[in-house]
């Protein structure tokens, strides 16, 4: 069974175009969570998405940023015109429905940099 | 969810038991305690988690106090792969789901 899946690994991006960061959930997930993690600093929740619907977009910034994932296909977590300050590591993470406890499993992660 | 408080950083020798507290005080009855680990520029790994037993696999052991509000993660046979940043995370079983993750302990096992 093969993990979370992230593409691209490493992706750059000048100042102003937009970055799409793609997360594969484990088979037989259909819960997905974007976390991000700032240079030097801890892991801070974006997102949690079930197909088709967002469920907790609490921590996603208010603009440039968006999320989705479809019925069919990966996880897209967008951002549009691209700044300094967003360059960080992203990680994806899966976990299934309907057990009692949710462990989520983790991505390599998507390292970002915008130049 | 509750607050967790840990230290921020701990050695172990290699081979040796590595055992990593976690104090949650204010945790309620419906709040599970989850720790994870992040190996240097890699995904965040899950370990183990309970409610209120002591519980084990094949990565560590957890156990948690009669009260509840402090637990240890006990790695039995800490290897130099085990340094990593360790995270506590009370969770409600049911609430929100997303993992809210503090400073950790930094755990570094020493030849």
């Known amino acids: 069974n093969a993990g979370v899946m992230q593409n691209p690994r490493h992706l750059v991006r000048r100042r102003g175009q937009e970055a799409r960061l793609r997360c594969s959930p484990m088979?037989?997930?259909?819960?997905v969570y974007w976390y991000r993690q700032l240079p030097e600093e801890g892991l801070k929740f974006m997102v949690y998405l079930q197909k088709e619907n967002i469920i907790d977009e609490s921590g996603m910034p208010k603009e440039r940023f968006s999320a989705e994932f479809p019925k069919e296909g990966p996880s897209i977590l967008r951002i549009q015109q691209v700044v300094r300050g967003d360059s960080a590591a992203y990680f994806c993470?899966?976990?299934?429905?309907?057990?009692?406890?949710?462990?989520?499993?983790f991505g390599p992660g998507t390292r970002l940099t915008v130049t | 969810d509750a607050k967790t408080t840990q230290p921020t950083s701990m050695d172990c020798a290699e081979g040796r038991a590595a055992n990593l507290p976690c104090n949650h005080s204010?945790?309620?009855?419906?709040?599970?305690v989850y720790w994870y680990r992040q190996i240097h520029s890699q995904g965040p790994q899950y370990i183990i988690h309970g409610l209120k037993n002591n519980e084990t696999n094949e990565m560590a052991s957890l156990i948690i106090t009669e009260d509840r509000k402090s637990s240890t993660l006990i790695l039995p046979h800490a290897t130099l792969r085990d340094t990593a940043v360790y995270y506590c995370i009370a969770l409600t079983q049911g609430g929100s789901e997303k993992l809210v993750f503090g400073k950790g302990t930094k755990l570094t096992v020493n030849p």
């Open positions: 993470a899966s976990s299934i429905t309907g057990t009692e406890t949710y462990e989520q499993y």
């Open positions: 088979k037989g997930h259909s819960h």
């Open positions: 204010t945790i309620s009855g419906n709040e599970y």
